[in-house]
């Protein structure tokens, strides 16, 4: 009986191969994962300057509102 299979299952086995040596070189899906992990790259980084700028903005802005009001006290 298991003489008799595995024919059958070497059979299988090289069909298995086959489909994934296709799946290797098939490339359709290689731009949509550029094209994700491009967006993630950006969502990243805004959120890093997003980060950095809620810490220094209110300094950058108190610095120009003090500098307006030295230049009209003249």
Known sequence: MFIKCMPKFALYLSEIKKKVL????DTRGAEFIQVLLLI???ILAGGII???L??????????IITRI???FEL
């Open 40 to 42: 993630l790259i950006v």
């Open 50 to 52: 997003l980060n950095i």
């Open 22 to 25: 296709e799946l290797k070189d």
């Open 69 to 71: 009001r030295d230049v």
């Open 54 to 63: 809620r810490v220094a903005t209110p300094d950058f802005v108190n610095d």
